[in-house]
């Protein structure tokens, strides 16, 4: 029997029957055909609390790497760490301005990537939010 996988370990059936049976169906669909590596560098750059707490302070607006080291306890050399892992993963920009460089969120890759894995994990949201959607345009055009 080929049993289907979420990831490398856990095998679909062991979830049992029911809601989440089919959810852990989804999920490993997803996880073994449309996960990306480019969307995997989104949810490895997200798995951290220091990146998440830069992309939150670069909603803002634009930040140079010295404000942004200024914002933790940390190295500066570890920022810069955490900075190339949100660049490498698409979720920040780098512009280069004399001896400074600034950083700002591309919020867009975020929400398609965050969107791309509920829409597989959570396909009834997709349904409500099209149906909200339209209530919403409905009443306002009342």
């Known amino acids: 029997m080929n049993a289907r996988r979420i990831g490398p370990l856990v095998p679909v ?24 590596d480019e969307q995997t560098g989104v949810f490895r750059a997200l798995a951290d609390p220091t990146r998440r707490q830069i992309l939150q302070d670069l ?7 010295g404000e942004i080291v200024a914002r933790f306890k940390i190295s500066g050399p570890s920022i810069s760490r955490h900075l190339t892992v949100l660049k490498a ?8 301005e004399a001896n400074r460089v ?20 959570c396909p009834e949201q997709v349904v409500l939010r099209h149906k909200r959607g339209k209530t919403t345009r409905t009443r306002a055009e009342q």
């Open 59 to 65: 909603r803002e607006g634009e930040l140079s790497a």
């Open 102 to 121: 600034y950083y700002s969120l591309v919020a867009e890759r975020l929400a398609v990537s965050v969107g791309n894995f509920l829409s597989v994990v």
């Open 89 to 96: 993963a698409g979720l920040v920009t780098e512009r280069r």
């Open 13 to 36: 059936e062991s979830f049992g029957a029911g809601p989440s049976d089919e959810l852990a169906s989804y999920l490993a669909l997803w996880l073994d055909s449309d996960m990306t």
